[in-house]
Nanobody, 125 residues
Framework: VQLQASGGGLVQAGGSLRLSCAAS????????MGWFRQAPGKEREIVAA????????YYTDSVKGRFTISRDNAKNAVYLQMNVLKAEDTAVYYC???????????????????WGQGTLVTVSS
């Protein structure tokens, strides 16, 4: 599976961005998917995750109520709508595919088998 993340850019605090993750090579409709981010000098963290059919989602506390993860299996794609962006959301964002439909480890960002190249989100304050 190849994953291509896009949609990053420079935005002012309070603004919005929508990240997209396009999968190729095989369909990801049976995979749990996640968005991760890594800020300068910090460890990578999981931001949001979604089960294979969109029935279950997970968000890290700092983005709850502001970010929404979704997927369109017909398009083999996953999205991250980011609203009310803050300076602390500045990071490289990665999408990743887990091998299972949904297991508890997806919500803690463990054992994701396939990764995209990342897209930079910069939020100016």
């Amino acid at each position: 599976v190849q994953l291509q993340a896009s949609g990053g850019g420079l935005v002012q605090a309070g603004g919005s961005l929508r990240l997209s993750c396009a999968a190729s090579g095989r369909t990801v409709d049976s995979y749990g998917m996640g968005w991760f981010r890594q800020a300068p000098g910090k460890e990578r963290e999981i931001v949001a995750a979604i089960s294979w059919n969109g029935g279950r989602t997970y968000y890290t506390d700092s983005v709850k109520g502001r970010f929404t993860i979704s997927r369109d299996n017909a398009k083999n794609a996953v999205y991250l709508q980011m609203n009310v962006l803050k300076a602390e959301d500045t990071a490289v964002y990665y999408c990743a595919a887990h091998g299972a439909r949904w297991v508890s480890e997806i919500s803690v960002g463990v054992n994701f088998a396939h990764w995209g190249q990342g897209t930079l989100v910069t939020v100016s304050s």
